[in-house]
């Protein structure tokens, strides 16, 4: 899910680091001190889903659940997920410090896009719940594969047929990540119902 | 386990202030990045080389990192060459290769590598608590500090506890499969996680304020750069400005 550094050009690096930091900013100043625990707390609960493997097909894939951090964090996701991220590439070198701004927006972005339009039906019926959780896991990954072919296909038009490849890829991918987030909204909702109602998202 | 291995050492790399390391890295990522020609990025590829084998890393598991990090440029070889298309072929076998195709490849996977030995001797022997300091510093905001200071410390006990819960599993006979049951465990496992940090995270934010916490998060070493810092960061500085200017005596 990370586009290594070196293979965008200089366009498209600007326009990400750009617009994650309008999104950061915008994250930050919505969270005030009274939140920022939780953020933390969470920001490194995103990063240890990403260590947890789960089976699909003949191999595994790890979790990414950008889609339950913008159900929960709302706005706060984006500096959550770029937190996370930039640890990643600290303790992995995945990704980089360049390219951190597009690898960012492309998971930040629809985590807080599927997160905030998504989150009014976790009031509602159980169905609704399901609902919304399943859809907030697929779409937003749907949406970051998208942003990511997109991203290389824009660097540069001989990438077409691998960025195709990428976004098929990540189809099953789509597909687990909904019904697990799907799974742990439901398990929420029984186990700690105000994690989903409080009213932190804004 | 996460753990920063590279960034226990005594030498001359590991003793520099964080600060004098990131901005160097920032200028030499940015440059390899931004760089098309094979001259620059094969330097840099080997100037990067050079300062790493002097971070002196551990070789076994610097090996490994640098596989880790190639499985996107391997797929790149493995793709762009049948795909990128140009008039220039190279016949392999039954297989047409487009030479534009294996001239990107190669130069990407000279940029990545470049950049990865870069991060690994400038920044990976920093821990990430004094990088968090030193990018406040350097103008990062407060509360992005704090995001990052703290998620790196809890990163430790909640992973722990995501251990501890998949331990309990297995041994109550947990088998992963494909199947909707093992991902509804998953799903619980993570869920459970989810749910004590978040407890955590309240416990730790009423402590703190207990203890008269106002947003600001004091560190225990505030290293003073030294000359040797100043000269370091000089000398960094100006094999990223040759380097950046090569393309304009060549």
């Not at chain 1, 303790?91 to 390219?99: C, M």
Request: aromatic letters at 10%; one cysteine or more; a positive charge.
């Amino acid at each position: 899910m990370h586009i290594s550094e070196g293979v965008l050009t200089a366009p498209v690096l600007i326009g990400g680091a750009v617009l994650t930091a309008v999104g950061t900013t915008v994250g930050l100043k919505k969270l005030d001190y009274d939140r920022i625990m939780t953020v933390s707390l969470l920001s490194a609960t995103f990063f240890v889903a990403s260590l947890i493997h789960v089976p699909v097909g003949p191999g595994s894939v790890h979790l990414l659940l950008g889609g339950l951090l913008g159900l929960l964090l709302g706005w706060g996701a984006f500096p959550a997920i770029v937190v996370a991220l930039l640890l990643q590439a600290i303790f992995f070198q995945y990704g980089g410090i360049v390219v951190l701004g597009v690898n960012s927006l492309n998971i930040a972005g629809p985590a807080v896009l599927c997160g905030l339009s998504l989150s009014p039906l976790l009031k509602g019926s159980k169905k609704q719940r399901m609902t919304a959780g399943f859809l907030a896991g697929f779409c937003s990954m749907f949406l970051s594969a998208l942003l990511m072919a997109g991203a290389i296909f824009l660097s540069d038009q001989g990438f077409l047929h691998a960025a195709v490849i990428l976004l098929a890829s990540h189809l099953p991918i789509m597909l687990i990540e909904g019904l697990i987030t799907m799974f742990v909204v439901g398990f929420l909702a029984r186990v700690q119902p105000e994690i989903l109602s409080q009213d932190t998202r804004k | 386990m996460i753990e920063e291995p590279f960034a226990r050492g005594t030498t001359f790399f590991h003793r520099r202030d964080a600060r004098v390391k990131l901005i160097p890295a920032l200028a030499i990522t940015l440059i390899l990045a931004l760089s098309s020609s094979f001259l620059v990025t094969g330097t840099g590829c080997i100037l990067t080389g050079v300062l790493l084998t002097l971070s002196r890393p551990d070789p076994g598991l610097l090996l490994r990192r640098i596989c880790s990090v190639n499985i996107f440029t391997l797929f790149l070889w493995f793709t762009l060459p049948l795909t990128y298309g140009g008039t220039k072929t190279l016949p392999f076998f039954f297989l047409d290769l487009s030479l534009d195709g294996i001239r990107v490849a190669t130069l990407i996977t000279l940029k990545t590598n470049g950049i990865l030995f870069c991060f690994l001797a400038l920044l990976a022997t920093s821990t990430v608590a004094s990088l968090g300091h030193g990018l406040e510093k350097l103008g990062m905001p407060r509360k992005l500090t704090f995001l990052l200071l703290f998620s790196y410390r809890q990163l430790f006990v909640i992973h722990q506890e995501y251990l501890r819960l998949q331990r309990a599993a297995r041994l109550r006979g947990f088998i992963p499969a494909n199947s909707l049951h093992t991902y509804r465990t998953y799903s619980h496992l993570f869920g459970m996680t989810l749910v004590k940090s978040w407890n955590r995270a309240e416990r730790v934010h009423q402590a703190m304020v207990l203890r008269g916490f106002n947003g600001t998060l004091i560190p225990l070493n505030q290293p003073e750069l030294r000359r040797e810092d100043y000269l370091f960061l000089a000398t960094i500085l100006l094999i990223s400005f040759l380097l950046a200017a090569i393309p304009f005596f060549c």
